[in-house]
């Protein structure tokens, strides 16, 4: 190993020869071919790829005569895999007995090698620089031989990664406690693992112009709209950027209106919930090194469902999913609210009740707008930094410090009791959104609309309510309004919006995604279920499923 006076020494000289142009040094050697020289095809390995510490050439003999060489990364490969099934087998290989009417052997070595010696099952041939730079900077381990203009590169791709846990941003009761990781390969058997069907279709490749980031498109052949996977498709192809790191990049790329604050894709970190979304007739997309898949196209509706509204029943899951609703009101429009109340309409409210909180407000010397901001933003910061510090003293942190605080403002004079109660309530609320980024849009928007009660009462706050609105109407995913499933009275739509419905009144799928087969189950009228569950258990003459396909059926309703 150099000292390091000698690698600075080594670099500086390097700086020295190099063009200075970044683009000519960028393109050096990349176009050209493979030379029938093993001597010459390595300079120009080194002069393209540079000095790298965990760059490898492995210079070996093979049948004791022909000249052969391994390049490949140390860090991104399987050592044991490279000695044990490429280097054993060719060095241990016999050159055969060559007759008179056969080819020379040097002619077809590499093929030989590839279909009789190597036991590797991925691989593939590459004949310029360029190819093979990116194989090696993938994970590839490159086979060159001496007098031959082409090479072969191994798939013996090996890198560190973390056991599969349960997402900590989606917490389920009732379900699966798989998570997806960082690695792409193993994101897409837990896909296939509960969709095992010959129907799926992956398409993959690189992203980013530094960083080729392997990026995969995922959607069920006969169910998704081509149109749409075509559509997905084409804003990836259209990202110029340098470096793609993690799946949330190509989001801000591929997004409607990337200025508004509502999300138009969903993001999740549970391959039942992404297999889910498959099903419907939606595209997935995952990039190699993030933990994330989107989900597209994304409506509204879909950033307040969580998987345990359908491992439950429905009666439990409309329950839990119209709870979340009053949570989403609550977080956006109760400290508005409150503000407009108690400065221009008190005579709203209660004469006991108003009476309690003029007495509470009575030594606080801020107005009521200036009052619940100001608690706001202390509750954002605490909860910022709750989220930064490490898990064991967050947890502590958010407990002491809201009780800390909020008896101390009060006790202070600060803040009233009424708006400690009215900012908690708020706070609660918000985090009863299973979305993340919903949460956030809906923080945000929660400042303007404080501000508007404070300047017109509740006259702002129904302005404030008016363009949210209207944006939201404004908005699309893919070319499906954001408020599609919610302002349209159809059947497919309602079962599974605000409320949840049994899963036999689901038998379609959501019409706005236009998918190629719209039926998940047949038809059967909702007392036929109910006559079931009455039935004694034994009983033949329950009552078929209908034929969608009968041209009788609306005939006999």
């Keep these: 190993m150099k000292k390091w006076s000698e690698t600075y020494q080594a670099y500086k000289d390097q700086e ?62 399987d050592q044991n895999g490279i000695r044990e099934n490429v280097l054993k087998p060719l060095m241990q290989w016999q050159e055969p007995e060559v007759k008179d009417d056969e080819e020379p052997l040097r002619e077809h070595l590499l093929d030989r090698l590839w279909n009789e010696t190597i036991y590797i099952s991925d691989g593939q041939k590459c004949s310029e620089i360029s190819r093979l730079f990116d194989l090696v900077s993938s994970g590839y381990v490159v086979l060159l031989l001496d007098q ?15 056991g599969i846990e349960q997402p900590q941003t989606e917490q389920v009761i009732r379900g699966a406690r798989e998570g997806f990781i960082e690695l792409l390969d193993t994101n897409l058997a837990l896909i296939r693992y509960r969709l095992q069907t010959p129907d799926l279709k992956i398409e993959t490749g690189p992203v980013g112009q530094r960083t080729q980031s392997r990026v995969a498109v995922c959607y069920i052949q006969g169910i998704t709209d081509p149109e749409l996977v075509s559509e997905v498709m084409l804003r990836i192809s259209k990202i110029n950027f340098d470096g793609i790191i993690d799946a ?41 090194g993030s933990s994330f898949a989107l989900i597209i196209p994304a409506l509204l509706d879909q950033f307040f469902q969580t998987i345990d509204d359908y491992s439950e029943r429905f009666i439990i899951g409309s329950l839990v999913r119209f709870i979340r609703l009053i949570a989403l009101l609550f977080s956006l429009f109760f400290p508005s609210l409150y503000v407009s109340v108690i400065s221009y309409n008190p005579e709203l409210l209660p004469t006991d009740f108003a009476v309690a909180i003029s007495g509470g407000r009575a030594g606080v010397p801020f107005p009521a707008v200036l009052e619940v901001f100001i608690m706001e933003v202390s ?64 923080r945000m928007l929660r400042f303007p609309l404080i501000f508007l009660a404070g300047l017109f009462g509740l006259y702002g706050v129904m ?95």
């Design 16 to 77: 020295k020869s190099s063009s200075g142009s970044g683009e000519a040094a960028a393109s050096r050697g990349f176009s050209l071919p493979l030379s029938p020289s093993l001597d010459d095809n390595l300079a120009k390995i080194e002069q393209a790829i540079g000095v790298n510490g965990d760059l490898s050439v492995r210079n070996f003999l093979i049948a004791n005569r022909f000249k052969a060489a391994l390049v490949f990364l140390s860090s991104m490969t």
């Design 463 to 557: 302005i404030g309510a008016v363009f949210i609105i209207n944006h939201l109407l404004y908005l699309e995913s893919f070319g499906r309004p954001y408020l599609l499933s919610l302002i349209t009275g159809m059947r497919e739509r309602l079962t599974d919006t605000l409320f949840r419905a049994p899963l036999w009144w689901m038998n379609r799928r959501p019409s706005h995604l236009h998918p190629i087969d719209a039926t998940r189950a047949p038809y059967r009228k909702t007392q036929s279920y109910i006559d079931g569950i009455f039935q004694s258990k034994g009983n033949s003459n329950e009552q078929e499923p209908e034929n969608l396909n009968d041209p009788n059926r609306n005939r006999r309703r």
């Design 379 to 442: 509750m954002e910061i605490l909860r910022e930094a709750t989220i930064r510090l490490p898990q064991m003293i967050g947890g502590a942190l958010s407990i002491v410090g809201v009780l800390v605080v909020g008896q101390a403002a009060v006790s202070a004079g600060l803040a009233s009791p009424i708006t400690v109660v009215i900012v908690a309530l708020t706070t609660i609320g918000s985090f009863a959104t299973p979305a993340y980024n919903v949460a956030i849009a809906l």
């Design 248 to 288: 949330g990049y190509i989001e801000q790329f591929i997004e409607d209106q990337p200025i508004s604050p509502f999300p138009q894709i969903q993001n999740t970190e549970r391959p039942d919930k992404t297999v889910a979304a498959l099903l419907e007739g939606r595209v997935v997309i995952m990039v190699d």
């Design 148 to 162: 031959c203009e082409q090479s072969i590169a191994f798939a013996m791709r090996q890198i560190e990664k973390r």
